[in-house]
């Protein structure tokens, strides 16, 4: 019964966060956090050529770091970019539940969203992964290459 619930759980805790603007106003034109502090990730995410031509004006960025104990995101990115490369900045100012700490290692994963929605994954996204995944908190010149359309 509790495998079960996880799943579902954890849907729940992403859509509640993704439609409440993953703790900021409105989706951002960069990845810099308006506040924070301490550790941070930063790097760029680029489009990989193969993907470029499915990338549209207006798609959604998530940049997500997860813990590897914990299913759901510790921390989120949400962005509009006009342009590749994308600078981002993932800090404490990001994370999406108060009482959990950024720090230690994650694992840090980008998908451009047709949607908006943080919870579909439908034909036309794409996605990547952070090169060298797990990432530990403090790193920089982090590389996310968005290259798998799903």
């Known amino acids: 019964m509790r495998q079960r619930l996880y799943p ?18 409105k989706p951002s034109a960069t990845g810099t956090p308006a506040a924070g502090g301490g550790a941070t ?16 004006p207006g798609m959604t960025l998530f940049i997500v770091a997860r813990k590897p104990e914990m299913r759901p995101p510790v921390a ?29 290692e994650v694992s840090v994963d980008a998908r451009l969203d047709q ?10 996204d794409i996605a990547g992964a952070a090169k060298g995944n797990p990432v530990k908190v403090g790193a920089s010149g982090v590389e996310i290459r968005l290259d798998s359309a799903l």
């Open 41 to 56: 990730i930063s790097g760029e995410v680029t489009l990989a050529p193969e993907v470029a031509a499915k990338f549209k």
């Open 76 to 104: 989120v990115i949400r962005a509009v970019p006009t342009a590749f490369p994308f600078k981002f900045t993932l800090s404490q100012a990001n994370v999406m539940m108060p009482s959990v700490k950024f720090e230690g």
């Open 8 to 25: 579902v759980l954890a849907f729940v805790l992403l859509a509640a966060f993704a439609f409440a603007g993953c703790g900021c106003s």
């Open 115 to 124: 949607d908006g929605d943080a919870i579909s994954r439908e034909p036309g």
